[in-house]
Structure formats: C-alpha cells, structure tokens
C-alpha cells in the first residue's frame, strides 16, 4: 500500500435546512394556525482514529469533504430530517492543524478518538416556531445555518513501540524482517527505504510494534534527505535502536555514523535525547573474521563509557537476532505503553459560539476600499444569515434591528450617503436612510426580536 503521512483537504459541515411557512388547511378549518415546521440540522463532520489503517493514503484523493446538508421543514408541522453526520476514519496517530493559521486542532492517538471538524448548521425554524397570542398568524419563516467550513492539514505521525534508526542501508529493513512478519523492499543501494514500514512481534501477551525510520543524513533536521518528513515518526517510539554498519570495519567511522544520527535527532527534537535506545551493530557477517574481536570490544568499550547497551547481530545470516528480539520484548514489558500520553494536543470538544453581551458589544462601521461600508455586528450578521428577505414581514423584523442598535446613524456619521453600498455579513443594501421618530429607539422589543437578546430563544436552542 502507498504510504502518505501528510495531505491537506478542505472541510465544510452541511447547511441546515429552511424552516416552513405553512398554515393549517382542513376541511372545516379553513383558517387553520401556522403548522410550518423546523428544518433539519446539518451533518458535521468528524475525524475518527482507527487502528485499521496505518497510512492517510485512502484520504489522499479527498481534496474536499462535504457534510449532508439538512432537509427542510414542510407543512402539518413537519421537521425536516438532520443531515447524517460525515465521519472521516485515520489512522491513529493523526495530528489535525488548522491550514491556515498552523495551529493545532487534535491529536487522535487511541483508537475511536473522535474530532468534529467542522459542525453542521442549524436548521432554520417554521413559523409555527414564531406564533404568539399577540401573532395568530406570522407569515415568516428562517433559513437554515451554513456549516462551519475550514481547510486543515493532516500529518501522521507513526505510533510504534520500537524505532529502528540509522543512515540509510545499513539493513534495518533487513532487522525488521528478521524479527517480524514485515516484508518490507530489500536491496543493496541508499534509501530503499522511502516510507515506513511497520512490523509486529506477538510476544502472546502484546503486539510489539516496530517501525523501520527511514535512513537519516546528516543535515535531516534542516529536511535534507527529507529528513523532517522520516524524524517525526520518531516522536511517538518507547525504544530506539540505534543500527550502525560494521561492513567498513572502521572503528572512527562507525562512531561517526552513530555521532551524525544522535545529533540530528536531538537538533529535530531535545527531547529525544532522553529516549531509551540500544545500539546493534549489524553487518556482522561482512566483517573479516580476524577483525570481529578487536572491532567488537572497541565498539563495547566506546559505547560502555557512555552508559548505552549495544551488541552485535547480522540480518543475513540471523545471528544475534533471538538477542534483539528477547531485549525488545523484555523492554516493552517492563515499560508498558502509556495509554494516551502522548497527545501533542488535548482531545477537546471546540466551544459552541455563543452570543457576546449585548451591552458590551459595539457595532464597527469600516469604509471600505473603493466606496461603499461594512457593519460588523453579531446578531446582525446572524439575522441577515437568517431571514428570508423574499418575506415582507421578515424585512420589517430585520428594519427593527436596525432601528434599535442605530445602525442608520452610525452610518451617517461615518459619512455615508444616500446610495452607497452597505454590506452586512454576505448580504448587500443601497443606503436609504429611514428617519424615524427618536420615541422608537427605546421601545421594547417585540417578540420576534428577543431570540437575539441574551438569554432569549437562540440561547435556548442552542
């Protein structure tokens, strides 16, 4: 299977459905009440981690992910039907960025760990939602909510029990093989190995995992050699092995090697320098008898002054293999895998928008380049999302808003004139200005205009 550890894909929750403007019509009741009903929320979507998959490869296609949008209301006082929600399984280990501003969303490390990335819309209400003793009859109805849109960026970061570290061939595709059910591509020349592979030991007890890092270079942690794309499946690894060749026989060189791979790790991460590891020298069988001794004890001693376990092994002909294995295996039973301790970033719900206090919250006039104004002011733009403006009476409900924040003079006094171009969320007006008696600004709302005071129905509904 292909391997893919990062893509980025573009993510929009369904709409929510429009509510209904209906009235009862029966026999005998021929001047029935409003029955029109809600309309449906939309379908969100949500990231799910599974332990099925090991690569984002089946996502790499999947530029855009759209939610189902909810049904619309309908007479005889009918909801509409939510949208199913869309629910996108990765790999665990999957880290979700926000694409645009690089932070990060959710580390989805367990299997079942879920995100909503985007939530679906609400439905827009029927006009029975809207009837009163004071209104028999609203002839007004809402749309429903667009869904939340974002673009992310998904990168995977392997989680494995074991990593096997190194410069590129030096066998550590071989080490997997020979100590697992892996077949990872096997041949004499640099970097063979362009993905991980994943192998597994089933010691009866657990399933040791072991990842084979593709070789590092010196300079990796500057994304040489794609470097950067190999070291961050380093991140979530309990053991490191650290494999060198013997095949030169060189004693400076092969102290070099393993120099070049710690110091580009620890410039990648600090961290990783407090990782447990071992170092195997592998090639063994490459090694002229005569100098296997001498080697072995220099390497030994070298290593010995540093406080690191090493020892000797060769893929090829299996020798020291049941010693990796039983050492492998011994440290993962003594260590045990901490379960859902290495989330970079905290499984948390994202907040439901709630409504600023409307004694604190100021309309802004901006002048906009090349003519025209913008207001910016929550429950404005919530209104003109929502009102049906093909409606009479939902334009006299949204003239009632702007009576009552002022909107007309805080447009004159930012100098516009009769004509120019005013925008209001996604919404477009010529500027007409009203004048009205000044009697109005306090009135008291209507009922109508209570759903976007606090504590009013929006709050409820939400």
Known sequence: MKFVDSLIMSVKAGRGGNG?????????????????????RGGSVIFEATSNLQTLADLEYMHHIKGENGDHGK???RNGRAGDD??????????????????GCADLVEPHDRFVAARGGRGGRGNRYFASSSRKAP?????????????LRLELRLIADVGLVGLPNIGKSSILAAISNAQPKIANYPFTTLSPNLGVINTGDERIVIADI??????????????LEFLRHVDRTRLLIHVLSLESGDFDAIVEDFEVVRSEMRKYDPELDERPFFVAGNKLDEVPEEFVPELTAQLADYFEKKG?????????????????????????????????SVRLYALEEKPLEKMPNRKRMKIQIISMHGGGYRVLHYKLEKAVERYDFSQEEN???????????????LLEAAGAQPGDLVSIGYKDFNFYPDYYPEETYDEEPEPELEEFEDGGEEDEDE
């Open 20 to 40: 209904c403007m209906s009235f009862l019509r029966e026999r005998f009741k021929p001047n029935g009440g409003p029955d029109g009903g809600n309309g449906g």
């Open 75 to 77: 007479g005889a006082a």
């Open 86 to 103: 869309k629910i996108i399984y990765v790999p665990c280990g999957t880290l979700i960025y926000d694409a645009e501003t690089g932070e």
């Open 139 to 151: 002839r007004f109805c809402e749309q429903g909510e667009m869904g939340e849109e974002v673009k």
């Open 214 to 227: 593709p070789g590092l270079i010196e300079g990796a942690h500057e994304n040489k050699g794609l470097g």
């Open 308 to 340: 690191v376990s090493f020892m000797t092994l060769s893929a090829l002909t299996e020798e020291g293999i049941p010693e990796l294995v039983k050492r492998v295996t011994k440290f993962t039973a003594d260590h045990p895998r901490p379960e859902s």
């Open 395 to 409: 334009v006299a409900r949204f003239t009632k808003l702007l009576r009552r924040y002022k909107v007309e003079e």
